[in-house]
């Protein structure tokens, strides 16, 4: 946002600065006269500052103060309504007041262990040498308190006006210090629309393989705030080219297959990020054909996201050059779900994360061949029982994967989707498949066949949920003949 004058720029950002903290300065300044009275410097500093320039809205009010956490401990007690230490040995102690929280820190002067990239945790004598240690000079900016001075020490003003990232100290001591601050720039990149600094990138570059004393939990935060962020595609880019993504995400720069001289297969790479650009768009209420409400993933949506950055992982695995000149990749929906899968554990991601994801990775292919094929509904009703509740996400991911710039293709493809979206409302309609079951339940089907509880029970369950699915609504009498009649098949049948 940089203009002719950087004055103009400055008296800007200034004015949008003082009017978004406006609700919250009263309490600031209370605090600050608090701090005062009894001889302690205070300070609003890092993201609540940064957003207030930027007229972006923060929940956050971070304070920094030249008292020991005993004593601040001391001074929030009568004031708050409730406080807490969880953070007292990094000296950081928490309040809150009315519905305001807030998190005062002694000013610190960390020393990193090299090998651990630990902090030695030690307490600083000064704000601009607390300000040094923050990860980039946009976060490096304070307003004392109750004064309401701007302290700039380091260019954070002139960053934010040129929307640029750059370190307080030098980049290779910056990420020396802490290698996740690396992970940090790309998800500020995309966060906030930022640049980043010459110097930072080659930092990132030369520092890439130091990421890996970073912990796993640590890197899966900073990747998911970055996929939640309005633009991931420039965070993600970032990681690929500086090669951080090689220790952190390689499945990702994995996609950057070479392209032949006859252009014989997509960039998966650039395919794969603008799948994950459309399934964005496709987030929050969308008409579905057939229904009377709008349908809602609401966003943003990590399963969705991570789904659509991950759903050709298995090409580089898979792909073979065929005799008549075409690229196949057969099969890499299955390779890719276990990939994924792998992925997101060694990241740490929850459980119920990884499983949809890895789901939704298998299933993206399902519905290509729907147009020619000329599904029946048995065919439908597996689609969506095998979606289960990722349908919605299924939805929008398979829309999101045509990336083609063939017109006429592209509008075939999402005419033929409309027509499956329709016919699964009707059906769902029609059968109220949402909740589809065998017409026997388990107590049923092993009264019919005067059997217990078990792997034979189980068989003959599934084996009732496929001739649902298969014959749609037939009434427990057919159930139960259809059961009989595979019951006689099978070898138990003669020994009970």
């Known amino acids: 946002m940089p203009t002719s004058d950087p004055s103009d720029s400055y008296d800007a950002l200034r004015r949008r600065a003082v009017s978004h903290l406006a609700p919250s300065l009263p309490l600031l300044q209370e605090l600050g006269d608090l701090f005062a009275a009894a001889g302690h410097e205070l300070a609003l500093v890092g993201g609540p500052v940064r957003d207030a320039f930027l007229g972006r809205s923060s929940h956050d009010l971070d304070l ?6 005993d004593q601040t ?36 002067s960390d020393v990193y262990d090299r090998q651990s990239r630990k902090p030695q945790v030690a307490f600083g004598d000064s704000l601009e040498d607390d300000l040094v240690r923050r990860d980039f000079t946009v976060n490096a900016m304070a307003l004392r308190l109750p004064s309401l001075d701007f302290v700039d020490p380091y260019g954070g003003i002139a960053a934010l006006a040129a929307r640029t990232l750059m370190t307080p100290s030098p980049p290779e001591v910056s990420f020396g210090d802490d290698p996740l601050r690396m992970m940090r720039a790309a998800r500020f990149a995309a966060q906030l629309g930022f640049a980043v600094d010459p110097r930072v990138r080659a930092a990132m570059s030369e520092l890439a393989s130091s990421i890996e004393m970073i912990s796993a939990e640590r890197v899966r935060d900073e990747l998911i705030k970055l996929l939640l962020s309005p633009d991931p595609r420039s965070g993600l880019t970032l990681l690929v080219d500086t090669g951080i993504a090689d220790y952190v995400l390689p499945e990702l720069p994995a996609l950057r297959l070479e392209v032949d001289e006859h252009h014989r297969h997509k960039d998966v790479y650039e395919h794969s990020l603008t799948v994950l650009e459309q399934a964005m768009a496709l987030e929050g209420p969308r008409v579905v054909p057939g229904l009377d409400e709008p349908e809602l993933v609401g966003g943003p949506d990590l399963v969705l996201r991570l789904a659509a950055l ?7 695995a898979t792909r073979r050059f065929e005799s008549g000149g075409g690229v196949s990749f057969h099969h890499h929906e299955m390779v890719g779900a276990k990939l994924a899968r792998k992925r997101l554990r060694a990241l740490r991601f929850d459980k119920a994360t990884i499983n949809d994801v890895s789901r939704l990775t298998e299933l993206h292919l399902r519905f290509h061949g729907y147009g020619d094929a000329q599904w029946t509904d048995s065919a439908v009703r597996r689609y969506i029982t095998d979606a289960g509740p990722l349908l919605s996400r299924l939805h929008l991911l398979t829309r999101s994967d045509c990336t083609t710039r063939n017109r006429r293709k592209a509008a075939a493809l999402a005419a033929s989707y409309d027509g499956l979206e329709g016919r699964i409302a009707a059906l769902r309609a029609q059968e109220e498949l949402d909740a589809v079951r065998p017409e026997l339940d388990g107590n049923q089907i092993a009264e019919a066949l005067q059997i217990r509880p078990g792997p034979v029970l189980g068989r003959a369950y599934k084996h009732l949920l496929a001739y649902r699915l298969d014959h749609g609504p037939v009434g427990e009498d057919a159930a139960r003949e259809e059961l009989l009649r595979w019951w006689a098949e099978q070898p138990e049948s003669s020994a009970s």
């Open 64 to 69: 920094t103060t030249s008292a020991t956490p």
């Open 73 to 108: 401990e001391a001074l929030l007690k009568p004031w708050a309504s409730a406080t807490w230490d969880i953070g007292r040995d990094f000296g950081t102690i928490g309040a809150r007041k009315g519905d305001s929280v807030v998190e005062v820190t002694t000013y610190r």
């Open 310 to 316: 991950l759903h050709d992982v298995g090409k580089p």
